[in-house]
């Protein structure tokens, strides 16, 4: 095993090739996804005066700074931090992220707790640039969620004697096989973590490979799959059904809901949906992109097929009555829409691999179905497929057959939805859980 001087010094080495690497497609990413070129200061630990008061004004006796990717990971954090505030009065947070999608996500939590959390983007994991932001948030704990282990901010926080833990922790096949194969050099990184919080038995194992101590390592569930915080407000729910009915989608139709979708899969889906219009006649379809500014290629692509969709950003959009697609290029919503769906498809399960989260739609109590690639959330699958709470289809024509059955076949449908419900029922509790080891 490396020592951590030699992981770090490695790591730092290959750093700015990387960074340099990755600049052009960061900078497009984030023109895409509505950035700031002012925002980019924050990367490297400078905030403008707004900011200091605001973090400045945080309780100081205890002091979180919790640092979540994406919306994703936002969802996760946003359901911890709730937790944290209703348990522990005199906790403030700092919620930093990555992505502008998952910033806009984290300001929304920020203004609900005024004066108990505070959003702002996550610093370049360049030497000082870590050891200078927590020496001006002066956290008393750094909370990582799901796989965010930073060497530099790790390590300083170590050095500053700020533990460090790893929350909703998760290897998926492809994070282990690449760490793996750095196995000398990753290990020492993970060991400066004071604890990780893990969501299947089967995760110890893996976290233990990599040379982890057994006792810093405890089962809690999965927050994202914990139904605790997950409960969609009626007064959501009801705005969007009075968008759909605005836009020409009436509350009695069919609606295929095609979740968190990826390039290529739109109008695979569209395809499927014609094809089933020819036996279902009022089927609606929606599209919930990942990335909403996909919006302009995605519309283009539909065309394509004879499809005029309509878009959520637009005011007063209206369907086409003869084929009703409805693109949903909003962030934030997209567990509410599920509520809405009738059936609920997984994007990135057929041209690509790894999967999208099915949890929600499970949690909504719904039919979900997805194609044959969902390597990042294998335990969540076999546990839905075990529980008869999902379908998983070979590819599109299959994924046709078992929408038609499950329209024309109501009580299988509503069998396969409670029976995913009850299945995540294993991991109510996780939050509280992962809030406890947190204060404790």
Request: charged share 35%; glycine share 8%; net charge positive.
């Given at each position: 095993m490396a020592s951590k001087a030699l992981s770090l010094t490695l790591y730092n080495l290959a750093l700015p090739l990387g960074l340099v690497c990755m600049l052009p497609g960061a900078i497009v990413k984030m023109r895409r996804r509505n950035g700031r070129w002012r925002d980019l200061a924050q990367r490297v630990g400078c905030f403008d005066e707004d900011t200091k008061k605001a973090i400045d004004a945080l309780p100081q006796r205890e002091r979180f700074w919790v640092h979540a990717v994406s919306v994703g990971e936002v969802g996760v954090a946003k359901k911890l931090i709730t937790r944290l505030l209703k348990t522990h009065a005199d906790l403030g947070i700092v919620l930093s992220t990555t992505t502008p999608t998952g910033h806009a996500l984290a300001a929304e939590l920020a203004a609900q707790h005024t004066g108990r959390v505070v959003a702002i983007f996550s610093p370049v994991d360049l030497p000082g640039v870590g050891r200078l932001m927590l020496e001006r948030i002066q956290p008393t704990q750094l909370v990582l969620v799901e796989a965010e282990v930073w060497p530099n901010l790790t390590s300083a926080a170590e050095r500053l004697?700020?533990?460090?833990?790893?929350?909703?922790?998760?290897?998926?096949?492809?994070?282990?096989?690449?760490?793996?194969?750095?196995?000398?050099?990753?290990?020492?990184?993970?060991?400066?973590?004071?604890?990780?919080?893990?969501?299947?038995?089967?995760?110890?194992?893996?976290?233990?490979?990599?040379?982890?101590?057994?006792?810093?390592?405890h089962l809690t569930g999965s927050i994202k799959y914990d139904p605790e915080g997950s409960t969609v407000p009626a007064a959501k729910i009801d705005e969007l059904r009075n968008v759909l009915t605005q836009t020409g989608i009436a509350s009695t139709q069919p609606i295929l809901l095609a979740a968190s979708t990826h390039a290529g899969e739109e109008i695979e889906f569209a395809r499927v949906f014609q094809r089933l219009r020819e036996k279902i006649r009022d089927l609606a379809l929606l599209i919930v992109p990942r990335h909403v500014e996909r919006r302009a290629e995605i519309t283009a692509a539909l065309k394509t097929i004879g499809l005029s969709p309509a878009l959520r950003s637009i005011s007063g959009s209206r369907v086409d009555s003869n084929a009703p697609v409805f693109v949903i290029d909003t962030t934030g919503e997209l567990a509410a829409w599920q509520h809405l769906a009738t059936l609920v498809v997984v994007g990135k399960s057929f041209l690509a691999e790894g999967g999208q989260n099915p949890a929600e739609a499970a949690l909504a109590q719904k039919p979900v179905l997805f194609g044959p690639h969902m390597e990042n959330f294998t335990p969540l699958v076999e546990l839905l497929l075990k529980k008869g709470g999902a379908q998983q289809v070979a590819d599109f024509d299959a994924l046709t057959t078992a929408c038609l059955a499950l329209l024309q076949d109501k009580t299988k449908a509503a069998h396969m939805a409670q029976a995913g419900h009850q299945a995540l029922q294993a991991h109510e509790g996780a939050t509280q859980r992962s809030a406890e080891r947190l204060l404790s």
């Open positions: 004697g700020i533990p460090v833990s790893l929350v909703n922790a998760r290897l998926s096949p492809r994070s282990e096989r690449r760490y793996r194969k750095f196995r000398r050099l990753v290990g020492p990184i993970f060991g400066m973590l004071k604890q990780i919080l893990v969501q299947e038995e089967d995760d110890i194992a893996r976290w233990e490979s990599f040379d982890v101590e057994r006792g810093r390592i």
